[in-house]
């Protein structure tokens, strides 16, 4: 992994303020960002499973839904997500279907972590589509919003 430039250090501030507004639904606090290619967010998403009862609400996923109806295409050329855990592999494969060419990561995921943790299906050869991954962006801050969070619950 290549070391992420100092910008996306400033963008994981915007995820940040997403994965804590989560905490209001009793999410697991998880924010992303979808920026175009000048840097302008154009889709927001934050964990919404217990919100919506909803397996698939990661933030990942509502961010690229959000950036989606932004630009009114699903082809997300272009763009950069940035997300405050490490993709799993659901979300690894729509950011992939999405064609999203970049991804920042803050907090490794060593239990579902698909983009170099657990697997790296963004990066996978074997696939048409892959994705440029800058993982560890702001790691300790947004590990402790996750282990805080899962402390209040033990």
Request: net charge negative; proline share 5%.
């Amino acid at each position: 992994m290549t070391a992420a430039p100092a910008r996306f250090e400033a963008w994981m501030d915007e995820a940040l303020v997403e994965a804590r507004s989560a905490l209001a639904s009793e999410d697991v606090p998880v924010g992303a960002v979808v920026l175009d290619a000048s840097g302008r967010v154009i889709g927001r998403g934050r964990n919404e499973r217990e919100l919506h009862r909803d397996p698939t609400a990661h933030a990942e996923i509502v961010a690229m839904r959000e950036a989606a109806r932004a630009t009114g295409d699903w082809h997300l050329d272009g763009a950069t997500l940035v997300v405050t855990l490490e993709p799993c592999p659901m979300c690894a494969g729509a950011i992939l279907a999405a064609r999203v060419p970049m991804v920042v990561f803050g907090a490794w995921d060593d239990k579902a972590g698909a983009a170099g943790g657990v697997l790296d299906l963004l990066r996978d050869r074997r696939l048409p589509q892959r994705a440029e991954v800058y993982g560890g962006v702001r790691a300790e801050e947004c590990a402790a919003l996750l282990t805080d969070f899962f402390a209040g619950r033990r």
